[in-house]
Nanobody, 123 residues
Framework: QVQLVESGGGLVQAGGSLRLSCAAS????????LGWFRQAPGKEREFVAAINWSGGSAYADSVKVRFTISRDNAKSTVYLHMNSLIPADPAVYYCAARGGVTATTSDCGYDYWGQGTQVTVSS
């Protein structure tokens, strides 16, 4: 069982930056692949970024270059560094974990989810 708690969301001006954190409980954090997803009002949840156990990562085209996912296994935490935020980025951001070392871009592949953190971008 893994519990995930996101933090770091908030209000930022367009062009600004935020860093989201997701702290995980459990003893085998380094054996989990992790992902970030987001869901805006009236839209389906969509993939943002994922990272596997060794640090290999994948990104949605819409955030590539602007966002960076990273993990600190010693702290059992995964981060999403978001730069150059644009009006299309506001959403509730969720982190997710899946057993095994391989990350996936599909939300169906994740076993555990956090409660989400709101990101709002002002123009």
């Amino acid at each position: 069982q893994v519990q995930l708690v996101e933090s770091g969301g908030g209000l930022v001006q367009a062009g600004g930056s935020l860093r989201l954190s997701c702290a995980a409980s459990g003893r085998t954090f380094n054996s989990y692949a992790l992902g970030w997803f987001r869901q805006a009002p009236g839209k389906e949840r969509e993939f943002v970024a994922a990272i596997n156990w060794s640090g290999g990562s994948a990104y949605a085209d819409s955030v590539k270059v602007r966002f960076t996912i990273s993990r600190d296994n010693a702290k059992s935490t995964v981060y999403l560094h978001m730069n150059s935020l644009i009006p299309a980025d506001p959403a509730v951001y969720y982190c997710a974990a899946r057993g095994g070392v391989t990350a996936t871009t599909s939300d169906c592949g994740y076993d555990y989810w956090g409660q989400g953190t709101q990101v709002t971008v002002s123009s």
